[in-house]
């Protein structure tokens, strides 16, 4: 192979890297589903199991919503979970929430789920203005998770795109014994 077919293959991989999808599997001890996250997201795994990604232009995070049993608790919580992460855990300077709505996301494969959304705007540690979304759903167990995004308010639309279409991606974990 010539210098420059190995250069231009190089291209060619480091190019598609960004298209390759890492699957993330949430609870990491005990999992419930899996995601699908594109291969420019770089995740961690905090210790009280929440899940924080990093992407180009937005920040998106992953909690389970502990002692809630139903859409309606889901919903009454989903404010003082998103303050707390907010400006609690990512140092926000303040954090106003505009509303909650019912939704649902169309997943691959025809079903859909049933979520709530509650959107707002806040002031990060620098004072920058950051479009939040806090989706929550329930699993197949009946469990309740929260799926946040955070980008500029320019990037909002394209958050809110991205963001549906990773939970689209969601399957269900089978943990069956070996």
């Known amino acids: 192979m010539t210098g420059k077919a190995i250069a231009l293959a190089l291209i060619a991989v480091t190019a598609s890297t ?3 999808a890492n699957s993330i599997e949430y609870p990491p001890d005990n999992a419930e589903f899996f995601l699908q996250l594109s291969g420019d997201f770089k995740t961690k ?6 899940l924080i ?3 180009p232009k937005m920040v998106i995070a992953l909690s389970a919503m ?5 859409a309606t608790a889901a919903k009454a919580r989903l404010p003082e979970l998103t ?15 505009q509303g909650i709505a ?4 169309a997943r691959e494969g025809g079903d859909g789920f049933a979520v709530k959304v509650l959107t707002a ?8 203005s950051v479009a939040i979304t806090a989706t929550a759903f329930s699993s197949e167990q009946e469990h309740y998770f929260v799926f946040f995004t ?29």
């Open 18 to 20: 960004a298209l390759l």
């Open 45 to 50: 795994t905090n210790p009280d199991g929440s």
């Open 53 to 55: 990604g990093i992407g």
């Open 66 to 70: 502990s002692g809630v049993k139903d």
């Open 83 to 97: 303050r707390s992460l907010f400006t609690k855990t990512l140092l926000f300077q303040e954090l106003q929430v």
């Open 102 to 105: 019912d939704g649902t996301i």
């Open 121 to 128: 705007m806040g002031k990060n540690s620098d004072g920058r």
């Open 150 to 178: 955070a980008a500029r308010p320019e990037d909002k639309e394209e958050a809110g795109k991205t963001g549906r279409e990773i939970l689209a991606t969601m399957t269900t974990a089978t943990n069956e014994e070996d």
